[in-house]
């Protein structure tokens, strides 16, 4: 029987995941490196299967799945780590969702879509606040323009926390080239590049361009579209501080030596899996999600905005909906797809509404 199996459960992501999909009534195999924390995890849920595999050790992912299973994999940084659980899925024929915000590595996901396509499954990177919300929010404003050529679309979190795993993903991307969508093609572009404001419930807000899943998808619904721009927003001296790091970090990343001792001493700072914000913090976060649809000249001609909950939140309770989705044979297409692509802009807007962002 199919089944579905959560990796890197033991880890902050993996444990908000693993209880949204007990909540929801589904039973995940529980997989991570640690037997006893597993155990652990097992007993609070109030049992569950759990498996030791560990990505050191490629063939123990692989044996987890089967033909037909859901793979979540929370194992990141994705960049360092991500590999071996992407290629079990394929090779598996098992569909894919991860947790993943580093560009780079949702562009490798989307590079194995004829292999996807030929195994039969779908891959759903980047399935969680980073970055369904602003998929979601471009659909809606593309649909009421649908001759826009740009789009825009902003992030904003108020009373933010973090976990040690996003951490150790933004250091791992300094280094790393981003892309953009310019002239109808996906080109490089460093993170930081463009800033620009946006109009967030009534407040004037800075956003600062990093490398998004929207790059790569929404032109491909919408074939007119020639600029697609994501913004995280900051405030505006953090921003400009950012702008001016990944100029720094850019430059270090083309002297091989350089990159690999700034690699280093960020590694020896920046750790994983060293837990998050609480639920008392989660519960006073806000989030939005803001798309701008513009024509030729420029001129906004439609716009939405998603507001909603804390984005560790929203990202436990859209994979478990999704990979209980898939499970039950409700991904509409093979390949490396977007969320739209996946299930639909109604089946997605009410999922992300039930997740807490409307």
Same mark, same amino acid.
């Given at each position: 029987m199919a089944k579905i199996v959560l990796f890197g459960a033991t880890g902050y992501t993996g444990r908000l995941t693993a &209880?949204?999909?007990? @909540?929801?009534? &589904?039973?995940? =195999?529980? @997989?991570?490196r640690n037997a006893a924390a597993l155990g652990a995890l097992a007993g609070e849920l109030g049992g569950a299967d759990t498996a030791v595999a560990d990505v050191a050790d490629p063939d123990s992912v692989r044996a987890l799945l089967g033909r037909g299973d859901v793979l979540i994999t929370t194992v990141g940084p994705f960049l360092r780590y991500g590999g071996p659980a992407l290629a079990a899925a394929l090779d598996a024929g098992a569909h894919y969702f991860d947790s993943t915000g %580093?560009?780079?590595?949702?562009?490798? =996901?989307? %590079?194995?879509? %004829?292999? &996807?396509?030929?195994?039969? =499954?779908a891959l759903l990177s980047a399935f969680g606040f980073d970055y369904v919300p602003g998929n979601l929010a471009a659909a809606i404003a593309l649909r009421e323009a649908p001759r826009a050529t740009g789009v825009d679309i902003g992030y904003f979190i108020a009373s933010p926390g973090t976990s040690g795993g996003t951490r150790a993903s933004m250091a791992g991307m300094l280094f790393e080239r981003g892309f953009a969508l310019r002239g109808g093609q996906i080109v490089p572009e460093r993170s930081g590049a463009r800033i620009r404001g946006f109009d967030v419930a009534g407040r004037s807000r800075t956003g600062v361009s990093i490398p998004g899943s929207e790059h790569l998808i929404l032109h491909r619904a919408h074939p007119g579209l020639r600029e697609t721009g994501v913004f995280l927003g900051l405030p505006s001296p953090a921003a400009r501080g950012l702008q001016l790091t990944s100029l720094v970090f850019d430059a270090a990343a083309r002297v091989a030596p350089v990159r690999r001792l700034a690699e280093e001493a960020i590694g020896g700072v920046v750790k994983g899996s060293t837990g998050g914000p609480d639920a008392a913090t989660r519960a006073h976060t806000r989030t939005w999600a803001v798309a701008e649809a513009r024509d030729d000249a420029g001129r906004v001609r439609s716009s939405a905005t998603l507001s909603g909950v804390d984005p560790y939140e929203f990202t436990a309770a859209i994979l478990a909906w999704g990979a209980r989705t898939a499970l039950a044979g409700g991904v509409r297409a093979t390949g490396a797809l977007g969320p739209v692509e996946a299930f639909g802009l109604d089946e997605l807007t009410a999922a992300a509404s039930a997740a807490g962002i409307r």
């Open positions: &209880a949204a999909l007990t @909540a929801a009534g &589904a039973a995940p =195999v529980l @997989a991570g %580093e560009g780079p590595f949702i562009r490798d =996901v989307f %590079e194995r879509d %004829e292999q &996807a396509r030929r195994a039969g =499954v």
